[in-house]
């Protein structure tokens, strides 16, 4: 039977329901849910509060900002952003106003890339090029050293440097590419957690090399009246040293977070 006082009912409450704010009608509770969650968005999109790792990962065209102001996104990559700033006495506004900027700029954004695939990457486009390049600086760094050895600015003990973090690079990746990669590639599931943490300690000694290179040579600094042998040096010591840090960062900000879930 028709019961046209409830349908009445019904109707005479919609009517109110539109009219009064405290009541959640389907649409003003879409509409609210809209605003917590741009809210939402926008507070996890701060960048003050984001690893300095996180936003490297995520966003193309930061590691060179980062390496600007001497901000460590490989070894140091788990320290938010306010408070890299703090420590360098930076201005945490300033650089998300930078971080913004390239945002902006940033129409395309690549998509993660396959396990198998950015495993590939990291042998081919590091460690193969760290095996070719750092012999060749190590020669360069004898021959300096030997020929300008009375200069003020010769880095005396570079080559013996290099060599540590060769010797240290190379039982790295062997580790690498003999145990752990083969297990990530199979997914062997929460066995890999152990190996990756050695990986990472290990990270944190190569980029403790890397501060021993920047102070030996002021920087990857070329002095005045530099022969070619010694701009070549440099140059490659400044390539591989960046080419180290993105190793770096493309392992512990990319690639083992999959694992450490």
Known sequence: MFNWYREYQLSHNTVYARDDPRVAT??????????NASSQQSSENSFATRSLGAIAASLPGSTALFRRYKLD???????????????KGLSCAALE????????????RPQPQATDDLIDLIETRYHTVHRHELPELIRL?????????????????????LEQILAELESHMQK???????????????????????????HDGHGAYLREL????????????????????YGGGRKFADD???????????LFPRFLI
């Open 244 to 254: 180290l840090v993105e190793h770096i960062h493309t392992e512990n900000n990319i």
């Open 214 to 233: 920047e102070e030996l040579t002021s920087g990857f600094e070329i002095p005045e009246g530099a022969c070619n042998t010694w701009r070549a040096l």
């Open 176 to 202: 690498e590419e003999l145990i752990l990669f083969p297990a990530m590639r199979q997914d062997a599931g929460p066995m890999i957690a152990g190996p990756v943490s050695v990986m990472i300690a290990e």
């Open 26 to 35: 389907p649409l003003r509770r879409e509409r609210r849910n809209a605003v």
């Open 141 to 161: 760094a004898r021959r300096v050293e030997a020929v300008h050895k009375d200069h003020a600015a010769a880095p005396i003990g570079l080559a013996n440097l």
């Open 97 to 108: 106003a930078e971080l913004e900027a390239i945002a902006a700029a940033s129409f395309v």
């Open 73 to 87: 996104f490989c070894c140091g990559g788990n320290v938010t952003l306010s408070k890299a700033a703090a420590v």
